[in-house]
């Protein structure tokens, strides 16, 4: 009976172990260090309310599209949450007509609802960036 137990509870391991191996590459993934980069400026724009650095990154149509009226309507609902700390988790990417979309959860220190954060990335400028 304790030989069972022991070759039983052997599996077990051994099956967590390979699961884990094939999950934390997933959830240890992170965002290559200049789109994370980007990202994080991009949102401490939203907070300056400066539209030059907004789409500083941005490829013709975001440059094009973006106004200091939708800027100052984003910085008025979320700066002063980012003002008061978040955390950004990369969660992965989205291949979407012919652009990378990069999502991060933004969990904020005042413990209300979290955003996802979509960033949309072709050529190596940002066409869009989304918070949900």
């Not at 700390?85 to 990069?102: D, R, S």
Request: proline share 2%; glycine share 8%; with cysteine.
């Amino acid at each position: 009976m304790v030989q069972g137990f022991r070759a039983l509870a052997r599996v077990t391991i051994c099956a967590f172990a390979a699961a884990l191996m094939l999950v934390a590459p997933i959830a240890f993934a992170q965002a290559p260090a200049q789109i994370e980069t980007t990202m994080r400026n991009m949102l401490a724009a939203v907070q300056a309310k400066s539209l030059r650095d907004f789409v500083a990154a941005g490829d013709a149509s975001l440059k094009a599209g973006m106004t200091q009226r939708m800027l100052d309507g984003m910085s008025a609902e979320l700066a002063p949450r980012l003002n008061q700390g978040y955390t950004a988790t990369f969660l992965g990417t989205l291949n979407q007509e012919g652009y990378t979309v990069y999502l991060w959860k933004l969990a904020f220190k005042d413990g209300k609802d979290d955003l996802l954060v979509t960033m949309a990335v072709k050529d190596g400028k940002v066409g869009g960036l989304i918070l949900h």
